[in-house]
């Protein structure tokens, strides 16, 4: 990621993270990283349905694997899908009372 002043002059990275910082804190959110945010946008895309591959190459990582185990998290909605899947399947796979 890159961030520039209106001007196009680069900001520093330590700039960068300490505007952050800052805007986190006065809207009263829990300590969160600027690096947070990749975390967060590929665990929102791949639970959204978005291809894996796509995911991966926005992130700019070189394999897939590294994109699903390094920035993909589990997350509550995602659990509770799981078990209503399992629980739909046993439903529609049960034996029919005579």
């Not at 946008?41 to 926005?58: F, R």
């Not at 897939?64 to 046993?90: F, G, N, P």
Request: aromatic share 6%.
């Amino acid at each position: 990621m890159f961030f520039v002043r209106p001007d196009g002059r680069p900001w520093h990275p330590s700039g960068v993270t300490q505007r952050f910082r800052r805007l986190v804190r006065q809207a009263g959110l829990p300590p969160t990283r600027l690096h947070d945010l990749r975390h967060s946008a590929a665990t929102i895309a791949l639970d959204a349905g978005v291809d894996i591959k796509v995911v991966s190459e926005q992130l700019g990582h070189s394999t897939t694997t590294l994109t699903r185990d390094t920035y993909q998290s589990v997350t509550r909605a995602m659990h509770h899908d799981a078990a209503d899947a399992a629980a739909e399947k046993i439903r529609r796979n049960r034996p029919r009372a005579a």
